[in-house]
């Protein structure tokens, strides 16, 4: 079960640092998609507050919950 994605909460929230090193990501996935369909998604992200990536990964997680509801498992890494 991946635990590590997790949708983002409404609120921004203020996390205490523990000394858990952050975690690194990728720099770009260069993923293609219509003009239409990434004016769109950053229109999304601005209206939500969040920066594009912070909503991808949000779509990512609420994806794999979805898909972990119908009791699908995924194999990644």
Do not use: Y
Not at 7 to 16: L, T, V, Y
């Amino acid at each position: 079960m991946l635990t590590f994605l997790k949708r983002k909460p409404e609120a921004p929230m203020q996390i205490e640092q523990r000394g858990v090193p952050p975690v690194r990501r990728a720099r770009q996935q260069n993923i293609k998609v219509s003009d239409d369909c990434a004016a769109t998604f950053a229109a999304i992200a601005a209206a939500q507050g969040f920066s594009r990536a912070a909503l991808f990964e949000d779509m990512v997680a609420e994806r794999l919950q979805q898909l972990e509801q119908q009791g699908v498992k995924l194999s990644i890494g």
